[in-house]
């Protein structure tokens, strides 16, 4: 078994509760040599007014401890923190990061309670900020309940939830479906169900001399329960078999933790409260059946009760309500337990269970419960947490492999990647492709007289150098004008660099020898869809409709889908520059080329999402 190792445990209940596997596996822990830190429940719902006096004992506890940490026993020390008790709030939950986990370091480094294992039985924030700040060697978390149907909310614990479990070395599970959800996002699970202290009820077998008081007087025969009186038992389960039977006695041991009232004015009903553990025995001795009376409910579909081995281990006869992990615990248990799917079978199944008493059933329960008592339990537990210790030391002695290993993976990776790329450069560079691919922006008709020629300017053009293209395109509108395809020219542009462009494009067609009164200038548009918008008002009040558009090769495609939805009455007939120097093909492709076509589509695309087109 474990030894020498320091394990911080994460309760979800607080140690002086009644005695479950939280406390027998940290005390058998520490008896074998481990230190233990148990930190007491820190809750995974907020509080209500029930909870008050659990609130008060806590501050009680952190009282007598030294700023909330005090040593049990041998080995076992509790931590008792006081926080804000809102588990899911993230305002709490960081204020109660310099309330909880300051302390919680303070205390490990003048304890040296260095590398520890994690174990947890929360799924919770708090849980997640300690295996966040505590250096540790291992994590394991026992998955005993759904916490899911705890909560009104359970997204809240979810998520949470989730990230340990994907984070964890090692994960035991309560039962079967408990299994089934770790291992969506862990492999490493193991089924654990919670087992039973035999030392304890040994020696009461071996000399069953001593009977409480408060059950000695109760009639016979006596219907046992042990364990808390919570929720999720079927009161009206309870009042059935009463009141069917009222020469039975129900006894019920344990604390109340929910409203009992409709248990009252039953005379053959009797709470006896809680008792010490080791009194357990004495009690169950007194029992005829142990009952496990639950209602069916999506909490109680993930549990199997610990009792029926504290049951069987008195050698008692069990009857429960039809409960999952039960039917499972009957398949590896030869059917011991009777089970009962309404309340008339439960009744049934009591009086069967009043019948077997015989020697070779006593021995078969007794067996079973040995089978399931928690030193077997806890043995096979330490021996995955130490076989994931030694795996976890042998990844870290290995580390000169791994990295050698992560090397040559890299390598191989950036060599990928090399190929990729110098494909991808070798396609755009040195093949047709990127003229492939810009042929369809291009629309070119013979040129046709029309009312205007109108030249789209180019403001920072395809360069992406302000003051360069228009020239090509003004050359070229002029040589259209010259041959007499239109008696007027349109400079279009709103772009500014020193001087306002369309007054440029202006200088240079007079200097070419376009008479001023032959231009006109539209000045305002910055972008195709203006240069559409502000030359289609010139149109209209001129009572022009047929245009000869001048712009560059790859500017076509959007320019004239522009003019189709917003000038519909124009007619348009396309006259890109012959030869523009900017796509020169006898240049080779170079960058600019495959930045100017990407220009064009992406623009295409913008103007189809603004419903320019």
């Known amino acids: 078994m474990l030894k020498n190792e320091n394990i911080i445990c994460i309760s979800s209940i607080d140690w002086d509760f009644v005695w479950q596997g939280h406390q027998e596996i940290m005390s058998t822990f520490a008896k074998n040599g481990n230190r233990v830190l148990f930190i007491e429940n820190t809750g995974v719902r907020s509080p209500g007014l029930k909870d008050i006096p659990r609130l008060k004992k806590r501050i009680l506890n952190w009282i007598k401890g030294t700023m909330g940490f005090r040593k049990e026993e041998e080995n076992i020390y509790i931590y008792s923190p006081v926080i804000l008790p809102f588990p899911y709030s993230k305002i709490a939950r960081w204020i109660n990061r310099f309330l909880f986990i300051g302390p919680l370091l303070r205390w490990i480094k003048a304890t040296q309670f260095h590398n520890p294992i994690i174990w947890t039985f929360l799924p919770t924030g708090i849980a997640l900020d300690i295996v966040n700040n505590v250096d540790n060697k291992l994590l394991v978390y026992y998955c005993i309940a759904d916490f899911y149907e705890l909560l009104s909310k ?174 499972n615990f009957n398949v590896k248990n030869g059917n011991l337990v009777n089970m009962a799917k309404t309340y008339e079978e439960f009744s049934n199944c009591i009086l069967e269970a009043f019948k077997a008493k015989s020697a070779p059933l006593l021995s078969q329960r007794i067996q079973s419960a040995r089978d399931n008592s928690w030193i077997v339990r806890i043995e096979r537990m330490s021996s995955f947490i130490e076989k994931s210790l030694e795996e976890k030391k042998a990844v870290s002695l290995n580390w000169q492999n791994r990295l050698l290993q992560f090397y040559r993976t890299s390598s191989r990776k950036a060599l990928k990647f090399a190929i990729v790329l110098g494909s991808i450069y070798l396609l755009l560079f040195y093949t047709p492709f990127i003229w492939y691919i810009a042929e369809p922006l291009k629309i070119i008709n013979n040129p046709n007289k029309a009312d205007v020629i109108v030249v789209f300017a180019a403001g920072v053009g395809e360069s992406g150098r302000a003051g360069q293209g228009y020239e090509e395109r003004v050359q070229y509108g002029v040589q259209l004008y010259n041959k007499g395809y239109a008696e007027h020219l349109i400079f279009s542009s709103g772009y500014k660099f020193i001087y306002e462009e369309p007054m440029l494009m202006k200088v240079l067609a007079v200097s070419l020898g376009v008479p001023q009164e032959a231009i006109i200038l539209e000045e305002k548009a910055t972008n195709t869809y203006e240069n559409v918008k502000f030359t289609d008002e010139i149109l209209k009040e001129k009572k022009w409709d047929s245009i000869l558009l001048v712009s560059s090769p790859y500017h076509m495609l959007r320019a004239g889908l522009v003019f189709k939805k917003n000038a519909k009455g124009v007619k348009v007939s396309y006259a890109p520059i012959l030869r523009s120097l900017y796509y020169d093909k006898k240049d080779g492709i170079k960058l600019r080329h495959i930045r100017g076509i990407i220009h064009e589509y992406l623009g295409i695309i913008y103007y189809l999402m603004r419903g320019y087109i």
């Open 154 to 327: 359970p997204h809240k614990v979810k998520k949470t939830e989730d990230e340990l479990i994907k984070r964890c070395d090692l994960i035991f599970a309560q039962g079967k479906i408990l299994e089934q959800k770790c291992k969506l996002l862990n492999n490493n699970v193991h089924i654990f169900p919670f087992g039973v202290k035999m030392e304890a009820f040994d020696k009461f077998n071996n000399n069953p001399t001593y009977t409480p008081k408060d059950i000695e007087k109760i009639s016979k025969p006596i219907i046992g329960y042990v364990g808390g009186i919570h929720r999720h038992i079927d009161f009206e389960l309870l009042r059935f078999i009463a009141k069917s039977h009222p020469e039975w006695s129900i006894v019920l041991v344990g604390p109340i933790q929910t409203d009992v009232s409709a248990l009252k004015n039953l005379h053959n009903i009797f709470l006896l409260g809680q008792k010490n553990f080791s009194e357990l025995p004495a009690y169950i001795n007194q029992f005829d059946v142990g009952i496990v009376p639950y209602e069916i409910n999506p909490f109680t579909m993930t549990v199997i009760p610990t009792k029926l081995n504290e049951y069987h281990a008195m050698g008692k006869a069990v009857v429960t309500t039809d409960l999952p992990e039960v039917r």
